[in-house]
């Protein structure tokens, strides 16, 4: 076993070099939690892009092993390229500090057949 | 009896023009009058140039319904077709890697199925790298093009509790725009609030719920997919952004947004069609994730 295979998983290998769903990286939770090492790399080389969603599963399944009171995990996550920092850094200040609802403004009621109407004419 | 002669006909026309609202109204004359779950027969015999958005519900219909069609007599037509494996799409990384290199220009509609797992999110990775592949390579433009597709898709299994979803993209060079579909038959924005949430709607509150951030599940930080991949598409790459569930749907540009009834017409499940023209300036996509 190489150090790397200790206590780090690529998530290149393990899901895809581009992240998007949660269910995978839901799953990921018994493979860490299965490692021997308390301290956990999860580690972002060759990934292009992760979804918002994927990264909002990622700081829950940190923040859920860091809770347990057994086989208690920290997880670090490392080597991410610059847009995905960029989204963990959104995501985990909008869990912080949530933003307001929005509220639709500006948006026109239509029907079909007036749209219909409207587009043929133009 | 049985058989092709006892279903309706339902003749797919020719889009007036190539703009992304007549794609929208070709798919809802197609569709309108439909009753739910009925077996038809799409007739494309006439069809010479065939749309994402007017595509991939058909194809994601013919599948749910067992509906049948019959192919475009036009030979570039039913080429096409062929070449991104309509109706049913390609579900194995494998294949598709096998058609890409073939075919560079056309990418297959991709099947991604739940139970797939990760072959499903590497299927959509390479649909994915595809599409920006075929837009060229802009500072930031992957990033707002990965977004929407990634928080999209994910919608499906989060949200539909449909098992399949279908994404279908093609980038057409001389008019220098990527048309992008996401469809899936699922139980729709409308009934997701409804069991989720206990939450009862019309399909156009559904949608205005979504587009307001108001998550179908709990937990804090969620209910932004929707909403920012479509200030992605529209703000920061200048596209149009169509989403249609159950008698509803909503349509968005830079500067305009509409949200329409259509009675007489239901999808069972979500159909989001969008169309980004091709990056020219450098793209930072910060200011939209909110």
């Known amino acids: ?122 | 009896m049985g058989g092709i002669q006892n279903m309706k006909t339902i003749i797919v026309k020719n889009e007036k023009s190539d703009n992304l609202i007549e794609q929208f109204i070709a798919l809802y004359l197609t569709l309108v009058g439909v009753s739910k779950n009925e077996k038809v027969t799409f007739d494309l015999t006439d069809t010479v140039w065939l749309y994402p958005m007017v595509i991939l519900p058909i194809a994601s219909y013919i599948i749910k319904t067992k509906s049948e069609f019959k192919n475009s007599k036009n030979d570039k037509t039913k080429g096409y077709l062929d070449t991104i494996k309509f109706p049913k799409g390609i579900n194995s990384i494998n294949e598709f890697s096998l058609r890409a290199q073939t075919h560079k220009n056309y990418v297959p509609i991709s099947a991604l199925e739940r139970n797939k797992g990760l072959e499903r999110e590497k299927l959509e990775t390479m649909f994915s790298e595809m599409m920006i592949k075929s837009l060229g390579s802009v500072k930031g433009a992957e990033s707002a093009i990965l977004y929407p597709i990634g928080e999209l898709i994910t919608n499906i299994f989060e949200h539909s509790n449909d098992d399949l979803g279908l994404v279908f993209g093609q980038y057409y060079p001389k008019k220098s725009f990527l048309d992008i579909c996401i469809v899936d038959s699922g139980r729709g924005l409308r009934r997701a609030y409804a069991e989720d949430k206990n939450i009862q709607v019309r399909d156009d509150e559904a949608i205005k719920k979504v587009l307001e951030g108001e998550s179908i599940k709990a937990g804090k930080d969620r209910g932004y997919g929707v909403w920012t991949s479509k200030r992605m598409v529209c703000e920061a790459l200048g596209g149009q952004f169509i989403l249609i569930s159950g008698s509803a749907a909503f349509i968005a540009s830079q500067k305009k947004q509409k949200l329409l009834n259509m009675p007489n017409f239901y999808w069972e499940g979500v159909i989001i069609s969008y169309r980004i023209p091709k990056p020219a300036h450098k793209i930072d996509i910060t200011p939209y994730l909110e």
């Not at chain 1, 939770?29 to 580690?43: A, G």
Request: proline residues 1%.
């Open chain 1, 1 to 122: 076993m190489t150090k790397n295979e200790k206590n780090s998983l690529l998530i290149a290998t393990e899901i895809a070099k581009i992240v998007s769903s949660r269910d995978l990286v839901r799953s990921l939770k018994n493979k860490i939690t299965r490692m021997k090492t308390k301290e956990v790399k999860l580690d972002f080389s060759d990934v292009e892009f992760v979804s918002r969603s994927a990264v909002h599963e990622f700081l829950s399944l940190r923040n859920q092993l860091q809770k347990k009171s057994w086989k208690k995990k920290n997880i670090e996550f490392t080597n991410t390229n610059e847009s995905v920092k960029e989204m963990f850094r959104t995501v985990a200040a909008n869990i912080a500090i949530p933003k307001n609802k929005r509220l639709l403004e500006k948006i026109e009621k239509i029907d079909i057949q007036t749209l219909i109407k409207k587009t043929s004419n133009s």
